[in-house]
């Protein structure tokens, strides 16, 4: 099946790519929601172990959904004040690799806050049932594999959030399932999008 694309470039060299990628992933989840679609992927085609890079791509079988998105008052403001570079939605190569951008909510359980509220709930669980806490029955140490954050304002409740996305080879395309921030996660939305790092360029 076809599939199309389009990017968007952050200008200014001292630009915060992740919470300009924050904020576009926010305009595409209010996008999807308003119009009840699905289907649009989310891509860094400049992500690297050190940034996940000054573009960001959205990707979809449907190139009227990606011009419609591509129309939104966000994206043509920042382009017009020189701020975003928007491509035009360009059919994707049929010779690029696949790869998937995976939303990894297990991720921030690795932090001293959520330390801190995984304790306080544990104690209590134990106090509940009449135990003796003891905090050095629980494991907080993981492996972490490489990742970057995308910085999110939630439209809901005004609160400031990350996603931490991390980056997945993958052969072939797999499915064209990503939940509303254009993301696959580790179950349930298992979507790939094309490797453009070649195609969109250094």
């Not at 106090?127 to 050095?136: A, K, L, M």
């Not at 954050?149 to 080879?169: C, N, P, W, Y």
């Amino acid at each position: 099946m076809k599939r199309y694309f389009f990017t968007v470039e952050f200008l200014l060299t001292d630009s915060d790519p992740e919470l300009l990628s924050g904020r576009c992933i926010s305009i595409l989840h209010g996008f999807l929601k308003a119009h009840h679609l699905a289907g649009i992927g989310v891509c860094f085609p400049r992500w690297s172990n050190s940034t996940i890079g000054r573009v960001i791509g959205f990707v979809s079988t449907s190139r009227e959904h990606l011009l419609s998105f591509r129309s939104q008052p966000y994206f043509e403001n920042m382009s017009l004040g020189d701020f975003f570079s928007l491509s035009e939605v360009l059919a994707v190569p049929d010779d690029v690799g696949e790869v998937r951008f995976v939303r990894n909510q297990g991720i921030k359980k690795c932090f001293v806050g959520e330390k801190r509220r995984r304790l306080a709930r544990a104690k209590l669980r134990a106090e509940e049932r009449g135990e003796v806490f003891d905090p050095t029955q629980l494991s907080f140490e993981r492996e972490l594999e490489h990742f970057h954050r995308a910085v999110m304002d939630s439209q809901s409740t005004g609160e400031r959030f990350v996603l931490h996305i991390q980056k997945q080879q993958v052969e072939g395309v797999l499915s064209f399932e990503f939940n509303h921030y254009g993301l696959a996660t580790n179950e349930g939305w298992r979507g790939t999008v094309p490797e453009l790092m070649g195609v969109v360029g250094t």
